[in-house]
């Protein structure tokens, strides 16, 4: 399914480089958020965002920072990459007026050398 | 902040047995209750949620509890199956303003169903 969709898919690069992840989703969601998934498998949120308020997980280095182009996407730029970074990185999206279910992109799995 | 904890983080269990995995949270505004199963390499992906104004939620083999004046909620799979073999998350929903919902994740539990 492509209700959530992320790029690329794997990245690899080195340290110091600065990097963008992608998403989009198509499902006509107020709400995007990005979560970390770290080797052991834990997953943390770094952002949500809407049209009205970016919500910043306050242990996320200001590194990271998203960019909304529109309500349908939601695109991750790390700053000066360290080997910290390496994770899986998923996007999400949900409807804002209640409570609701996320649905997750397929997930970034970034390397850092 | 909301706090999750999740417990155990590995499971066996035979195949045809049954499952639990319980959480704990912190924050008495927390409102939903979602469970995600992440197979390996893949995407979470919402199995059943529950919501404080109800106590228990079935769907087939899954059901989940919530007790809210204990803070804590259970995921019970029965007549487990192979294919259940995946990490399980659990995760609370509190309002973090501006009518975006932020989930906190518990740590995850490893189920391994052994044919």
């Known amino acids: 399914d492509t209700a959530v969709s992320q790029t690329p898919k794997y990245l690899v690069t080195q340290m110091g480089n600065d990097k963008s992840i992608k998403c989009e989703q198509n499902?006509?969601?107020?709400?995007m958020y990005w979560y970390k998934q770290d080797s052991k498998k834990f997953l943390k949120i770094m952002f949500s965002?809407?049209?009205?308020?970016?919500?910043i997980n306050e242990t996320v280095p200001n590194r990271f920072s998203p960019k909304s182009p529109d309500k349908a996407h939601l695109n991750l730029h790390i700053n000066s990459l360290e080997l910290g970074d390496s994770a899986v990185y998923f996007c999400a999206s949900s409807r804002e007026d209640r409570v609701e279910t996320q649905y997750f992109g397929p997930g970034t799995r970034l390397l850092v050398l | 902040g909301e706090n999750v904890e999740q417990h155990p983080s590995t499971l066996s269990v035979q195949e045809g047995d049954s499952a639990v995995i319980k959480c704990t949270y912190s924050?008495?505004?927390?409102?939903?209750f979602p469970w995600y199963k992440q197979e390996l390499g893949k995407r979470p992906q919402l199995i059943i949620d529950i919501r404080s104004n109800v106590g228990e939620k079935k769907d087939q083999r899954i059901a989940v509890t919530l007790n809210k004046t204990a803070k804590h909620f259970s995921l019970h799979i029965t007549e487990t199956q192979p294919e259940d073999s995946a990490v399980y998350f659990c995760a609370a929903s509190i309002n973090s303003g501006a009518g975006s919902y932020q989930l906190t994740f518990g740590k995850g539990t490893k189920l391994s169903v052994i044919p």
């Open positions: 924050d008495s505004a927390s409102n939903y």
């Open positions: 965002y809407n049209n009205k308020e970016l919500i």
């Open positions: 499902l006509g969601h107020d709400t």
